[in-house]
T-cell receptor, first 116, second 114 residues
Framework: EAGVAQSPRYKIIEKRQSVAFWCNPI?????LYWYQQILGQGPKLLIQ????????DSQLPKDRFSAERLKGVDSTLKIQPAKLEDSAVYLC??????????????FGPGTRLTVL | QQPVQSPQAVILREGEDAVINCSSS?????VHWYRQKHGEAPVFLMI?????EQKGHDKISASFNEKKQQSSLYLTASQLSYSGTYFC???????????????FGQGTILTVHP
């Protein structure tokens, strides 16, 4: 079974530029998560999709961040414009489906973003 | 609210045991444990559901105390491969329904030396 795929693996941009990350979850997984992990901290949930609908985006800075999951499969996360404090690893995870308790999340390798 | 993990860091010799604790100020529906090695993605270890069930595989086990809103991860006879950062992810009680939303602790760094 193929794992969660993410690209690019690394990205360096100047502040105020735009950037986009792509995630392809494990086949058949209905729930997709985007996390932000700042160095030395635990992952912080940005947005959770169930199929192509948003379940939770309460911690997504909506003035600059946006995410979509068209057709309920792969997803993109965009930052526009980027700030220095956005430097972090952006992790994508997927799980079989929400609404059940025994539901492990599988993480992708992440995209390391550096904003200069 | 973010769960609190303790200790922040542990240094062990191979074969020694360790306990990592995770405490929440809110009622918990489930607790997930993950291990992350440097530069890699978090890897799932186990899920504990409300009910106080203890789980384990190999030499890693965990318990979940609903009343105290705490979970503990037990690593026995540690191996070099156990080194990494351990995170608990908590799911708070959403009226009995699970949505899978996790809030992760700040992590516990475990280092095992030969």
């Amino acid at each position: 079974e193929a794992g969660v795929a993410q690209s690019p693996r690394y990205k360096i941009i100047e502040k105020r530029q735009s950037v986009a990350f792509w995630c392809n979850p494990i086949s058949g997984h209905a729930t997709l998560y985007w996390y932000q992990q700042i160095l030395g901290q635990g992952p912080k949930l940005l947005i959770q999709f169930q199929n192509n609908g948003v379940v939770d985006d309460s911690q997504l800075p909506k003035d600059r961040f946006s995410a979509e999951r068209l057709k309920g499969v792969d997803s993109t996360l965009k930052i526009q414009p980027a700030k220095l404090e956005d430097s972090a690893v952006y992790l994508c995870a997927s799980s079989r489906r929400g609404g059940i308790a025994d539901n492990e999340q599988f993480f992708g390798p992440g995209t390391r973003l550096t904003v200069l | 609210q973010q769960p609190v993990q303790s200790p922040q860091a542990v240094i062990l010799r191979e074969g020694e045991d360790a306990v990592i604790n995770c405490s929440s100020s809110k009622a918990l529906y489930s607790v997930h444990w993950y291990r992350q090695k440097h530069g890699e993605a978090p890897v799932f270890l186990m899920i504990l559901l409300k009910g106080g069930e203890q789980k384990g595989h190999d030499k890693i086990s965990a318990s979940f105390n609903e009343k105290k809103q705490q979970s503990s991860l037990y690593l026995t006879a540690s191996q070099l491969s156990y080194s990494g950062t351990y995170f608990c992810g908590t799911e708070t009680n959403a009226g009995g329904t699970s949505y899978g939303k996790l809030t992760f602790g700040q992590g516990t760094i475990l280092t095992v030396h030969p």
